[in-house]
């Protein structure tokens, strides 16, 4: 509520509009002596104000900040530090309210992802309470600001947390609900765009959306690819300071704005006039390139803001124009333009984010129309598929791949590097096989050991002996046997074996520990207990992050196997 509030005062402070970009070119009631022109100066001034707070006080709230988050949740137990929320909301209100063209939703994500990971870092919670906390924020955030409370859940499921177990889905929507109920007290329970009722007149319509996916997955993946390509262009020609480049960046952004208006800020307005058919199919089509270019124009100077919504704006523009196509050379078997521009909101955000269940939900929440639901997941379903041939990266993993970070693959565990040999204990003196059962209970009794290896003369591992065996031997007055027919062979590990691929040996035994034999001629040489592979993620839980994360969630099953 807070965030929103302050992107509409910042709006109206650079402007006199609630939101300029639907109020034509017009003058600033603020800078009344400046005419159109002060479209150069405003997006200027945001970006000496908000640089400089984001290069002091936290450089991961540049950008769209969902990528931040991800990896937050993969890599780092879910910590994010407090400040992001404060530094998020102030430098995303002031570059979406002096013009930049992005989205709230991203901000809001990481805003609520930081509060729910500050919360659990102030109760200490382990790293799995933690990402769930995280995922609890961002569902809230994107909860209230779309009154979307199923699609929020998902959302925070499927990209953020990538966990659809049911305790993370219970969490997830007692926290959306609970925003959105929030949400609506504050705002009023419509929804934040009014959008038409979704029509179907023919059942060769199917065929139309389907080909609308596949222009869709087309055009998700150009925003990709356009948006880091100006990211790249201004890194690699860029002079100056980071601090100052949102603000010389700026005069640029002004200057599309000027030949552009209606790229101003979100631009939500923009959205609802052209799935009413309010714009000509000529000016769609502008309305689309040229919201690629100013968003990517945004980011790529260092500006704060999402992709979410560039991506819905970007995809009514293409559906809108693609129907009014249609329309125009099939009109007794094709619906109106706007039908086809709200499949297209879902189909371009489910082709950049591959995201296609979140896509679904959110368009379908927006117009509460089930006859929509159908052709929409035709459009998504091949959207995500072509876009995921087209690009390896979604608009979210791409920054991280660019920073040699690769969420699609399990990063090395705590014990990469480690083998068998480097964590065993001194195996306990192993018994012949024709020690008596006299000589056994003598043994357990003065060494006070559970278990005991068994060796033949050649010293080869026959399997190992229990003290529950012994005992219940020596009850049963069955005194002539021998350790070689008490023994019971249980696997065992190798020295050369890998310390990782040993672990499921370890917790499937009900033993103390594991035999070790060597790698060349199969002698017993060590012995291996669960304790020991604690130690070793003792040792290395004050590494970096990613093995502390691992330590910490497979010590407490190791635990579990200890009592």
């Known amino acids: 509520m807070l965030f929103r509030y302050l992107i509409l005062w910042v709006t109206e402070l650079a402007t006199g509009h609630a939101d300029y ?26 970006g000496l104000l908000y640089g400089p707070l984001i290069d002091r006080f936290a450089k991961e709230a540049r950008g769209h900040g969902v990528p931040e988050v991800m990896y937050a949740v993969s890599a780092r137990g879910g910590r994010i530090s407090p400040k992001v929320a404060i530094v998020k909301s102030i430098a995303s209100a002031i570059c979406i309210g002096t013009g930049g063209s992005v989205g709230r939703e991203g901000p809001i994500v990481q805003i609520g992802s930081a509060l729910g990971s500050t919360v659990g870092q102030r109760l200490r919670v382990p790293p ?71 029509h179907q007149v023919a059942g060769i319509e199917y065929l139309f959306y389907a080909v609308l996916g596949l222009l869709a997955a087309a055009v998700g993946v150009v925003f990709i690819r356009v948006l880091y390509g100006f990211e790249d262009l201004f890194d690699k020609y860029w002079p100056g300071p980071m601090w100052l480049r949102p603000a010389t960046g700026g005069v640029l952004l002004g200057g599309l704005l000027i030949a552009l208006p209606e790229m101003y800020g979100v631009g939500y307005p923009i959205l609802e006039k052209s799935i009413g058919g309010g714009y000509s199919s000529w000016f769609l089509l502008l309305l689309l390139v040229g919201k690629l270019v100013a968003v990517s124009l945004t980011i790529a100077i260092g500006g704060s803001g999402g992709v979410f919504a560039p991506s819905l704006f970007i995809g009514a523009m ?26 297209g909101m879902g189909a ?18 927006l117009t509460g129309d089930y006859t929509i639901v159908l052709p929409l997941m035709v459009a998504i379903v091949l959207s995500t598929i072509v876009s995921r041939a087209l690009s390896k990266d979604s608009i979210y993993t791409l920054k991280l791949s660019r920073r040699g970070i690769d969420l699609t693959h399990r990063p090395p565990g705590a014990l990469e590097g480690i083998t068998v040999a480097d964590a065993m204990e001194p ?22 050991l559970d278990v005991l290896p068994v060796v033949d003369h050649a010293g080869a591992y026959r399997g190992v002996v229990t003290t529950n065996e012994v005992e219940e031997a020596a009850e049963s007055d069955l005194g002539d046997l021998i350790a070689g027919e008490l023994a019971r062979t249980i696997p065992t590990l190798r020295t050369d074996q890998p310390l990782q691929d040993a672990l499921s040996t370890l917790l499937a035994s009900d033993q103390h520990g594991v035999p070790v034999v060597a790698a060349e001629d199969g002698r017993v040489v060590g012995w291996l207990t669960h304790r020991d592979v604690l130690k070793v993620y003792s040792e290395r839980a004050s590494a970096p992050p990613t093995h502390a994360a691992d330590a910490q969630r497979l010590a407490s099953e190791l635990a579990r196997q200890c009592e």
Not at 321 to 340: E, N
Not at 348 to 356: C, D, G, L, Q
């Open 348 to 365: 371009v955000f489910a082709a950049a984010s591959r995201a296609p269940i979140t896509a679904v939900l959110i368009i379908f929440e």
């Open 318 to 343: 293409l559906g809108s124009a693609y129907g009014a196509g249609l329309h125009d050379l099939f009109p007794g078997v094709s619906g109106p333009a706007g039908a086809y521009g709200l499949i």
């Open 21 to 46: 970009s639907d109020a034509g070119r017009v003058d600033s009631s603020q800078f009344p002596h400046l005419g159109i022109y002060f479209l150069l100066l405003v997006p200027a001034i945001g």
């Open 427 to 448: 195996v306990p003196e192993p018994v012949p096989e024709d020690t008596t059962l006299s000589e056994l209970v003598d043994r357990f009794a003065r060494d006070a």
């Open 128 to 198: 799995a309470r933690m990402r769930l906390l995280v995922a609890c924020g961002a569902a809230g955030g994107i909860s209230a600001t779309f009154n979307a409370p199923i699609a929020a859940v998902f959302f925070a499921l499927e990209l953020i947390l990538g966990d659809f177990a049911s305790e993370s889905f219970g969490m997830v929507v007692l926290a959306s609900v609970t925003a959105d109920v929030i949400g609506r007290a504050a705002f009023g329970s419509h929804p934040f765009l009014t959008l038409p009722q979704f």
